[in-house]
């Protein structure tokens, strides 16, 4: 038996350790915002937080996650962070196809928490491992200036 919390709910599975996290979220517990992009974690479209730390759940066995905790998009919205980046995300009108948005913005809001006023080379290191192919990078850098000034705020 693997335990550790997802979205704040302690769970228990007994589902193959080597199963990518991805997977287990979108085919077992239904929390399909992550999405698959690359199953190399090479693109970010999967990223969630562990612990914390913006993370490549394609990648990463279930195994890893005894007695860790797992946040994901659909509960970054009912943080003070996620909530601030998620309005910044809509104000900044970041999204086109939409894709890559829920790794994009758990990578965000994991860099807003630590730093609360990121500069340029900031947030473009901290996000670097996030590929947006419709290239709104620099609307990516604005949201999260955005967000970080509504924080100080």
């Known amino acids: 038996m693997i335990r550790f919390t997802i979205n704040g709910e302690q769970l228990e599975t007994d589902v193959s350790p080597d199963t990518p996290l991805l997977w287990f979220l979108r085919d077992n517990l239904q929390k399909t ?3 698959y992009g690359c199953g190399m974690a090479l693109c970010g479209a999967c990223t969630v937080l562990v612990n914390g730390e913006p993370t490549r759940s394609c990648s990463m066995p279930l195994s890893a996650m005894a007695g860790k905790r797992v946040v994901t998009i659909e509960e970054i919205g009912k943080t003070p962070v996620g909530k601030r ?19 994009q913005i758990m990578s965000a809001t994991a860099l807003l928490t630590k730093n609360a006023a990121p500069t340029d080379a900031e947030i473009d290191a901290a996000m ?15 949201a999260i200036h955005s967000a970080a000034q509504s924080i100080k705020a």
């Open 33 to 35: 915002g992550t999405k």
């Open 128 to 142: 670097s491992g996030n590929i947006c192919r419709c290239a709104t990078y620099t609307r990516i850098r604005a």
């Open 85 to 103: 980046v998620q309005a910044a995300w809509i104000a900044e009108d970041v999204v086109q196809c939409g894709y890559c948005q829920s790794g």
